[in-house]
């Protein structure tokens, strides 16, 4: 089963045979002693380097109240394709990757120390080195002793300042050790070195594209000196794009004549103020940049300048080729299943129409054809290991339609979390989708709907592209993807509230119904560990997977499912209690789970889901009194910080939403309520809304409290009123309720 925040497209090399290492033995879990020297000497050497930026021991004075300062950054990655007797050779078809790294922070508070207390380095290479020392403010220098340093799994989160740059261009992860830094304390600085070597094995391939980096300028702590240099041979291709007032890239010579290199500088960058209802890409200084090997003239649809250009950007019609070519050329990828490269695309789409003609697909309105198909896609794509990406799903989507002569139109746009269509520099950036009529179909998830809107492409700006002919040139038509407002995006949530017998915690069942983008959100958690994928086969009308088995066959069919679903039921509690204690930011005891609708089909679109559970932490006891925080049932709410209250950039709340929650309370036996009154309150203005309804009947409290976000997208001279509905929710999460003994 795949992991549905994992598609396909994100995070790969566009094509890569496999990775070549010369690896220590990665079965060992504790760095062995002898290799100690060894990781040293290889990066001594970057210390005597000389290095203005590198020497500063004082941060500026504006910065003395900051956690921490960044005194120097700096990345060098060299691509060498040379090093082994020549490139795509019979010899050594790989490219080597040397990389220096060099890190100095100032640190000035707990909170920093407590960050760097570990670091980590990467040793997969007998050649890879590593240093990390400690300049204390007196001047003494302390190494750090690594004989202790610990191996980690692949794929442990680790801050981005001690990963290779290697391992996030080519998504791979090579063999990285964390070690403790005991002796950390306000006022040292950090430094570490680090010089590692890394070779791709490309086995004949003519075009490698290495994934997209992005480097986002802001770091969590201001810096003084952030550099990355990329040096590459005559062979290479690289693109960059700085936006929002980020340094660019400069070329500059070598004197190795045959290499280039580029060089991104970016000094004295402060921290960013405006951390909520931001997207970062779209207003934080940003510079994008990738780099492409070829010894192949024939690049036809790459987007790509010319070799040793220091490509910028692309004209929508270059934009336009390039999407259209890409499309058509897919139909001869590889289509894998349950994980095997077993078929092409144009193959499956063979095979799908001959089984989708078996189940009638030729007498089926067109209205359910078009829905059938989009399921019978789901479906198979429930299965991998990995999404479709936008292309190949409208590649799939549009062809099979084709079967039926119905006529689709190609959209392509780009993410509303990276920038305008006039931005795109990576064909990753180039989003695809299929209109027929009025309709929009974008890609599937495993729990998506026809027509079902997509989060980062709500309201986006896009083209309509044909086919270009020899006779007829290729059109382009702009296109305004449709937005989704308050009405369409909904979380609805049920409270039924007591308090237990022994008074010291909250007995709360909750009935969660969401739509629209709100669905989209809370759908993969709320389906993780239970049975939906079986019978999924039935929205498009499909034969049960046990049919046509022989009797054996069914009989391990039906034990493997009774496997599954007792293993979900095991795991799905603890998954269930973890959620909500993230939620609620406490301990809290489970009672029990139901879903009610899992809004995977057209008829029944929310998701509908209920959870009973107990909540401490809720109720204060003053004598014989109580004291209930049941506005807290909504959760904990954000809190504008003093230093976030006021405002650079404008406010991006991601989608238009409204969320109401109905709660009633059973008042305990016994007992009256007091501060009920005070409940009540409104707030509304053009940003949103916030407001809390109150009453107390038939011996219950009733509340009810709504939330609206009424744009996504707000100018910053509104965020006076967006404070104000904002302060309005945190504050109402703190109110409490009196409970008092009858006399």
Not at 64 to 72: D, F, V, Y
Request: proline share 3%; glycine share 6%.
């Amino acid at each position: 089963m795949k992991a549905s925040h994992k598609p396909l497209h994100i995070f790969t090399i566009f094509f890569i045979a496999f990775l070549s290492v010369t690896n220590i033995s990665f079965a060992q879990d504790i760095i062995n002693e002898d290799f100690l020297d060894n990781i040293e000497t290889n990066a001594r050497f970057i210390l005597g380097e000389s290095s203005p930026a590198f020497a500063v021991t004082v941060a500026p004075e504006k910065w003395k109240k900051e956690s921490a300062t960044i005194i120097g950054y700096k990345r060098s990655i060299l691509f060498d394709k040379k090093s082994s007797g020549g490139f795509f050779t019979a010899k050594d078809r790989s490219v080597y990757f040397f990389e220096k790294v060099r890190f100095r922070i100032k640190l000035n508070d707990n909170n920093a120390v407590q960050s760097f207390t570990q670091i980590f380095f990467r040793y997969s290479d007998r050649e890879d080195g590593f240093i990390a020392r400690l300049i204390k403010p007196n001047g003494e220098i302390i190494e750090v002793d690594l004989k202790d340093a610990v191996g980690i799994e692949p794929g442990t989160d680790m801050p981005e300042f001690f990963k290779s740059f290697f391992d996030q261009i080519s998504g791979e992860q090579r063999r990285y050790f964390k070690v403790a830094i005991p002796d950390l304390e306000p006022g040292d600085i950090l430094e570490y070195v680090a010089n590692t070597k890394s070779k791709l094995n490309v086995s004949g391939a003519g075009y490698v594209e290495f994934s997209p980096q992005y480097e986002i300028c802001s770091k969590n702590y201001p810096v003084m000196h952030n550099e990355i240099v990329i040096e590459t041979d005559e062979k290479s291709f690289f693109k960059s794009l700085s936006l929002n007032g980020a340094p660019e890239f400069k070329k500059e010579a070598t004197d190795a004549g045959n290499f280039t290199k580029y060089v991104f500088t970016d000094k004295d960058r402060g921290t960013e103020k405006d951390v909520n209802f931001v997207k970062e890409m779209l207003v934080y200084p940003l510079v994008k940049f990738q780099v492409i090997y070829s010894n192949n003239g024939q690049v036809k649809g790459a987007l790509i300048g010319q070799k040793g250009e220091l490509k910028k950007g692309f004209s929508k019609e270059e934009l336009a080729l390039k999407a259209w070519e890409d499309y058509e050329s897919v139909g001869s990828n590889a289509f894998s299943v349950n994980g095997m490269l077993v078929y092409t695309i144009n193959s499956f789409i063979n095979d799908s129409w001959a089984s989708l003609k078996k189940l009638g697909a030729k007498d089926w309105t067109e209205k359910d054809y078009v829905k059938n198909v989009y399921y019978y896609v789901r479906n198979k794509v429930l299965f991998q290991n990995s999404y479709l990406s936008d292309k190949a799903y409208a590649y799939i989507f549009g062809s099979l339609l084709y079967q039926r002569d119905i006529k689709s139109d190609l959209i392509i746009t780009t993410s509303n979390r990276i920038g305008n269509l006039n931005q795109i520099l990576f064909e990753e950036e180039i989003r695809y989708a299929l209109r027929v009529g009025n309709q929009l179909y974008f890609n599937c998830t495993d729990h998506s709907n026809p027509g079902e809107f997509v989060e980062t492409l709500l309201g986006n700006e896009g083209y309509i592209i044909t086919k270009p002919t020899k006779k007829v040139p290729q059109e382009i038509k702009p296109f305004k993807l449709p937005d989704a407002g308050i009405a369409e995006n909904m979380a609805h949530f049920a409270i039924t509230a007591s308090l237990t017998p022994d008074l010291n915690n909250i007995a709360v069942s909750r009935v969660n119904t969401f739509k629209g983008i709100s669905k989209s959100r809370n759908i993969d958690a709320a389906l993780k560990f239970t049975s939906y994928m079986l019978d999924d086969y039935k929205f498009y009308g499909g034969n049960d997977p046990a049919d046509g088995m022989r009797a054996v066959q069914q009989e391990e069919y039906e034990k493997s499912i009774r496997a599954l679903k007792e293993e979900f039921k095991r795991q799905k509690p603890e998954f269930v209690k973890e959620q909500l204690e993230r939620e609620y930011r406490q301990k809290i005891k489970y009672k029990d789970f139901k879903i009610g609708s899992d809004g995977r089909s057209v008829k029944k679109s929310d998701l509908v889901f209920t959870e009973d559970f107990e909540l401490p932490g809720m109720i204060r006891k003053a004598g014989k009194k109580y004291l209930v925080n049941l506005t807290g049932l909504v959760g904990p709410q954000l809190q504008i910080k003093k230093e976030e209250r006021e405002r650079t950039f404008d406010i991006n709340v991601g989608y238009a939403r409204t969320l109401t929650w109905a709660i009633m309370f059973k008042i305990p036996d016994g007992y009256t309520v007091d501060g009920i009154a005070e409940l009540n309150s409104v707030v509304e203005n053009e940003a949103g809304k916030f407001s809390c309804e109150a009453k107390e009947e038939n011996g219950q409290v009733l509340m009810k409290i709504s939330k609206v976000y009424k744009q996504a997208n707000i100018s910053k001279s509104k965020w006076t009123d967006m404070l104000t509905f904002v302060d309005a929710a945190y504050n109402n999460s703190f109110r409490y309720l009196l409970l008092k003994p009858k006399k």
